[in-house]
């Protein structure tokens, strides 16, 4: 009897264990979801940026990223706040290129002199002389601001391969400081002969300068005739010009 019940007691077991092997496994516990940004929180991490573009005065770089969140996230919360600032950023950007732009166009110097050093300032004029052989090879009349260690401040037009031609005068020159009206301002062609031509009140004409964009200068080259000479001052450095020691 006790034989028989251990004989059925291990049919059990093994018919228990066979249909354990055959059960299927568990399911697996689900995974937690992937955490990816949102279009709302990858628009406000751009935007924070775009503030500090905006805050170190980067224009350029402030429009770019503006505009790409208005275009990549147009219904985000970050782009209706972008969308407040962005066309003046778009407009200081503009303000800041053509400041560089200006300001390329002055050229400075400093060359030893017997006695100190003489500083210079230049910009040529917007326009050529008619006269060069190709535009290649095409001249502009030289707008000049120096300091010279013994004659003190000057200012002058120059011409390197062209003369002035004063045989009806070039005693006064017609000047305009942006849009203010034209004014005479008395020039003098050096003795030396010289293919420059000096404005005489050069404390005058550098207060205006420094405070105009552009300044525009009538005068007559010969083999050119009359003309008018436009000059874009507004990137002028003071600093880099000293004033002439007392």
């Given at each position: 009897?006790?034989?028989?019940?251990?004989?059925?007691?291990?049919?059990?077991?093994?018919?228990?264990?066979?249909?354990?092997?055959?059960?299927?496994?568990?399911?697996?516990?689900?995974?937690?979801?992937?955490?990816?940004?949102?279009?709302?929180?990858?628009?406000?991490?751009?935007?924070?940026?775009?503030?500090?573009?905006?805050?170190?005065?980067?224009?350029?770089?402030?429009?770019?990223?503006?505009?790409?969140?208005?275009?990549?996230?147009?219904?985000?919360?970050?782009?209706?706040?972008?969308?407040?600032?962005?066309?003046?950023?778009?407009?200081?950007?503009?303000?800041?290129?053509?400041?560089?732009?200006?300001?390329?166009?002055?050229?400075?110097?400093?060359?030893?002199?017997?006695?100190?050093?003489?500083?210079?300032?230049?910009?040529?004029?917007?326009?050529?002389?008619?006269?060069?052989?190709?535009?290649?090879?095409?001249?502009?009349?030289?707008?000049?601001?120096?300091v010279h260690p013994k004659w003190g401040r000057s200012v002058y037009l120059l011409l390197d391969n062209a003369k002035f031609d004063?045989?009806?005068?070039?005693?006064?020159?017609?000047?305009?400081?942006?849009?203010?009206?034209?004014?005479?301002?008395?020039?003098?062609?050096?003795?030396?002969?010289?293919?420059?031509?000096?404005?005489?009140?050069?404390?005058?004409?550098?207060?205006?300068?420094?405070?105009?964009?552009?300044?525009?200068?009538?005068?007559?080259?010969?083999?050119?005739?009359?003309?008018t000479f436009v000059f874009e001052v507004g990137g002028y450095d003071a600093t880099k010009l000293l004033a002439p020691k007392k």
């Open positions: 009897m006790n034989l028989h019940r251990i004989a059925c007691a291990a049919v059990a077991s093994i018919f228990v264990a066979a249909c354990s092997s055959n059960a299927p496994p568990p399911a697996a516990a689900p995974k937690p979801a992937a955490t990816a940004p949102t279009g709302e929180a990858a628009a406000a991490k751009e935007q924070a940026l775009y503030e500090q573009m905006r805050a170190s005065q980067s224009w350029d770089l402030a429009v770019s990223l503006g505009e790409e969140i208005v275009n990549k996230y147009p219904a985000s919360a970050a782009a209706t706040q972008v969308k407040q600032t962005l066309d003046e950023a778009r407009a200081k950007a503009t303000a800041q290129r053509e400041s560089r732009r200006v300001a390329k166009l002055w050229s400075y110097a400093a060359v030893l002199e017997a006695g100190g050093t003489q500083y210079t300032a230049a910009v040529e004029s917007k326009a050529p002389l008619k006269s060069a052989a190709s535009a290649k090879d095409a001249e502009r009349i030289r707008l000049v601001l120096r004063c045989s009806k005068g070039c005693a006064t020159l017609p000047v305009r400081f942006d849009d203010a009206p034209v004014q005479r301002m008395k020039a003098t062609i050096p003795p030396t002969g010289e293919p420059a031509l000096f404005i005489d009140d050069d404390k005058g004409f550098i207060a205006k300068l420094v405070k105009a964009k552009a300044v525009a200068i009538d005068a007559t080259i010969k083999g050119e005739g009359p003309k």
